[in-house]
């Protein structure tokens, strides 16, 4: 394995001041309500709107204004999201009782969750692709409520009209003109005007994540989401300028986003390297994605693909693009990962916005353990058990005793009294 290119940027760090920061806006906003939220609004955001939710006639001048052909993309993308997301919500059936033993039926139900909150950030960017990637998959799962929370753009009184038109086109209704920490604190706990939701859905900044972190518990979180990442394992088959153009898609999302390259071909390593400064040099982010690309890009010569398995899996990336020769040999040795891009047609960049799949993805390797938002992020699994006096005689010596082992003596005769009554 050799190094052709090193990080200069270590990671993030825990911020002491970040989490104190936080902490007392959500504490504000649990304790002043609409109060709290119209000063953030006004001190952040320069904001005057006394009522922070969207009307309708908003609503319709944003779709008034956004540029047709691009409401047509966005009808195009979210036909694509909600088609996928139907295809997944099949998979989250009931399951009917079974007797599982004598006597003894048990089931579940999929149960979808009575109200969400999705944050669509609004920042650099007006991200409207990700209200897309949010409302879709809730209002298929068939949540009641679905809320959504976008801040204004700086010095003004509005939400993006792309964001709004797209929300529109999602089906959301009820919609906050309020971003940062302090939404993600409205959503969780509830103000005069924002009434609280079931689960928080969304990415955004340092202040949007480390919130959620805090009101985890109060309020169901899609997972805690850091800088965006990509992670292409590559060989000499490969183009590298489609290399290079996936790396810098990636890198101008923010001075904190990766790009890694982990290839088996030296050649076409350095070529995609050289590749990434020619196209910077076009590139009207260039200042944001060469930043970033200098600070946390990386690129790998590894040994074998079977070392950039095993490397991939240990970064646990949000994206993993497959750009090798025959990229289905790899799969099954590819675990940890938000999203997999098979294949050097299936740029990043199509699931980012229109193929379908969500781009709503975990980060910082918590691919280890979840995946992105989907269906199942606003569905509950409930189960259900029936006995009969049967299943009660066949199993309550057993409860009876493991009770009395653990010094629960009631959980025993909860049991047991079932025993004397069939």
């Not at 009931?94 to 950030?121: K, M, N, T, W």
Request: hydrophobic residues 40%.
């Amino acid at each position: 394995m050799k190094i052709l290119k090193r990080p200069t940027k270590k990671g993030q760090e825990e911020n002491e001041s970040l989490r104190t920061t936080v902490s007392r806006i959500v504490l504000s906003v649990q304790n002043s309500g609409d109060e709290a939220l119209l000063d953030y609004c006004r001190r952040f955001d320069l904001s005057t709107r006394g009522t922070l939710r969207i009307s309708q006639e908003e609503t319709d001048a944003a779709l008034a204004s956004t540029d047709p052909e691009l409401l047509n993309y966005i009808k195009t993308a979210a036909h694509n999201i909600r088609a996928f997301a139907e295809r997944q919500k099949e998979t989250l059936t009931d399951l009917p009782e079974q007797e599982l033993s004598p006597g003894v039926f048990l089931g579940h139900r999929a149960i979808p969750v009575e109200s969400c909150g999705c944050y669509v950030p609004g920042g650099g960017y007006p991200l409207f692709s990700t209200a897309l990637m949010l409302a879709i998959p809730a209002s298929v799962a068939g949540v009641k409520r679905i809320v959504a929370c976008s801040p204004v753009m700086k010095g003004t009184d509005k939400i993006h009209p792309a964001t709004l038109s797209a929300l529109s086109i999602a089906g959301v209704d009820e919609i906050y003109a309020i971003g940062g920490a302090q939404a993600i604190a409205a959503m969780a706990f509830g103000t005069e005007q924002i009434a609280p939701v079931d689960v928080i859905a969304g990415p955004g900044n340092r202040y949007v994540t480390e919130a959620k972190r805090q009101c985890y518990g109060q309020v169901g979180i899609d997972f805690v989401a850091g800088p965006s990442e990509v992670l292409i394992i590559a060989d000499e088959s490969v183009d590298p300028e489609i290399l290079a153009a996936d790396i810098l898609a990636q890198s101008e999302h923010d001075l904190n986003a990766r790009g890694i390259l982990l290839c088996t071909d030296e050649e076409t390593a350095n070529a995609t390297a050289s590749a990434v400064e020619r196209q910077l040099e076009e590139l009207a982010t260039a200042e944001m994605a060469g930043r970033a690309w200098r600070e946390n890009g990386e690129i790998v010569i590894v040994d074998s693909l079977e070392q950039a398995c095993e490397i991939s899996n240990r970064y646990a990336p949000e994206h993993l693009e497959l750009a090798i020769r025959d990229p289905e040999t790899l799969i099954p040795a590819l675990t940890n990962y938000g999203a997999l891009f098979i294949g050097e047609m299936s740029a990043e960049v199509f699931g980012d916005y229109v193929s379908g799949s969500n781009h709503t993805l975990p980060t910082l390797r918590a691919s280890r353990y979840t995946g992105g938002v989907w269906v199942g992020t606003f569905t509950k699994i409930c189960t259900s058990q029936r006995m009969t006096p049967e299943g009660v005689a066949r199993l309550a010596p057993v409860a009876e005793a493991m009770a009395k082992a653990e010094g629960l003596e009631a959980h025993g005769k909860a049991a047991s009294i079932r025993l004397k009554n069939k």
